[in-house]
């Protein structure tokens, strides 16, 4: 057996062996959004996992062993998960809503409060355990927070 034959398995094998989607210690909150979307990423990942199953496992152990993973992942994430519904016409900040605030230096910036699976900064959405959103959390229109040594203004709440 050749060396390089050798070492392109001792590849494959570490490859497959990838390690465990962390998973946060925090409670699992999500918005009926964010429930969609763990429920579509854990079909996804039974697909995946099914088509690596009926493919040549040891042709291809990296793909099985990310569907397993995924799998593993998203089934914990969606047994967990705590749907928490939006109050409508919230009077403070707190976990589904969307707050604008205005910064010290003129900036104006939105963004809506989501579990940690479904949160996005650059499409303006930030998890609930994130620092911006803790700073927030239970303030009212016209409150002061501090956020990075700085002071924001709460001046809408939707």
Same mark, same amino acid.
Not at 39 to 56: I, K
Not at 64 to 85: C, G, K, N, P, V
Not at 103 to 108: N, Q, S
């Given at each position: 057996?050749? @060396?390089?034959? !050798?070492? $392109?398995?001792?590849? $494959? *094998? &570490?490859?497959?062996? #990838?390690?465990?989607? %962390?998973?946060?210690?925090?409670?699992? #909150? =999500? &918005?009926? !959004?964010?429930?969609? /979307? #763990?429920? /579509?990423?854990?079909? $996804?990942?039974? +697909?995946?996992?099914?088509? +690596?199953? !009926?493919?040549d496992v040891q042709a291809d152990r990296t793909a099985m062993a990310r569907a397993t993973r995924d799998l593993r992942y998203y089934s914990a994430r969606r047994a967990t998960a705590q749907l928490i519904e939006s109050l409508p016409n919230p009077r403070t =900040?707190?976990?589904? =809503?969307? @707050?604008? #605030?205005?910064?010290?230096?003129?900036?104006?910036? &939105?963004?809506?409060? =989501?579990? $940690?699976?479904? *949160?996005? %900064?650059? &499409?303006?959405? @930030?998890s609930y355990v994130s620092p911006l959103a803790i700073a927030v959390m239970g303030k009212e229109i016209g409150d002061v927070a501090l956020v990075a040594g700085r002071e924001v203004e709460v001046v809408e709440i939707t």
């Amino acid at each position: 057996m050749s @060396v390089a034959f !050798t070492r $392109e398995n001792d590849l $494959e *094998a &570490t490859a497959a062996d #990838l390690p465990d989607r %962390p998973i946060s210690p925090h409670p699992n #909150l =999500v &918005t009926a !959004t964010g429930l969609a /979307a #763990l429920d /579509a990423a854990l079909a $996804e990942a039974r +697909a995946a996992y099914g088509a +690596a199953q !009926t493919g040549d496992v040891q042709a291809d152990r990296t793909a099985m062993a990310r569907a397993t993973r995924d799998l593993r992942y998203y089934s914990a994430r969606r047994a967990t998960a705590q749907l928490i519904e939006s109050l409508p016409n919230p009077r403070t =900040v707190q976990f589904g =809503v969307t @707050v604008t #605030l205005d910064r010290a230096d003129g900036r104006r910036q &939105t963004f809506r409060i =989501v579990g $940690e699976d479904e *949160a996005d %900064p650059a &499409t303006g959405s @930030v998890s609930y355990v994130s620092p911006l959103a803790i700073a927030v959390m239970g303030k009212e229109i016209g409150d002061v927070a501090l956020v990075a040594g700085r002071e924001v203004e709460v001046v809408e709440i939707t």
